[in-house]
Each structure stands twice: as C-alpha cells, then as structure tokens.
C-alpha cells in the first residue's frame, strides 16, 4: 500500500505563494487518483483539488485560479502550487491517495492520506 509525506508548508504572507509536495512511497500512484484537503481551524475537512490517474483535474471554487496540481509519475511526486494565499486558506492540508484511477473530490473515495502539513496566511 502506497505511503503519503507531505512537505512545504509554513507561514506566508497574503498574496503570496507556496508549493505543497506529497512524495509516495511502497507504491505507485499512476494507477490512482489523487487529491489534496484542507482543515482549517474549527472547519470540516474539505476536498479543494483532485487530478485522476488520466490527468482530469478538478478544482474547489475556493481555490480556483489560485491553485495548480501536478503529478509526476517517474518520481511518484505530488505538487500543489498555491499563489495569491488569502488567511481563509490557512489549514492543515493533507495529500490522498484514491482507491482507482478516477474520483469524486469526496474523501469517501480516498483511502490513503498523509499526515499532513500546515499553512499559514497572515493578513
């Protein structure tokens, strides 16, 4: 079963960026579908950004525009390209991996998760 470490977190300013990796290991991720949460604090967790083992991305209107996801099957790596960060997107983001190729951006259909990894947004 594959693992899941995400990195690159930390504490930025409004309007600025960061790069979120999740690097798997004991597995492949080319079969999976695989996607990035967030909980924030007092918050639910909540599916912002999902990419299929096709390269189908979907993104949550929160973060649309704002957020790219990648995925490099060679390295087993995940990214996530966070730019133009607003305080609302601080949170604790996790990285997923789902059960099949394709995916709802439903944690219902994710059954490997990371430990996660904070970001912080200051105003």
């Known amino acids: 079963q594959v693992q899941l470490v995400e990195s690159g977190g930390g504490s930025v300013q409004a309007g600025g960026s960061l790069t979120l990796s999740c690097a798997a290991a004991?597995?492949?991720?080319?079969?999976?579908?695989m996607g990035w949460f967030r909980q924030g604090p007092g918050k639910e967790r909540e599916g912002i950004v999902r990419?299929?083992?096709?390269?189908?991305?979907t993104y949550a209107d929160s973060v649309k525009g704002r957020f790219i996801i990648s995925r490099d099957n060679a390295k087993n790596t995940v990214r996530l390209e966070m730019n133009s960060l607003k305080p609302e997107d601080t949170a604790m983001y996790y990285c997923?991996?789902?059960?099949?190729?394709?995916?709802?951006?439903?944690?219902?259909?994710?059954?490997?998760w990371g430990q996660g990894t904070q970001v912080t947004v200051s105003s």
């Open positions: 004991g597995a492949a991720i080319s079969p999976h579908c």
């Open positions: 990419i299929s083992g096709t390269g189908i991305t």
């Open positions: 997923a991996a789902g059960r099949w190729s394709s995916c709802y951006m439903d944690s219902s259909t994710f059954n490997t």
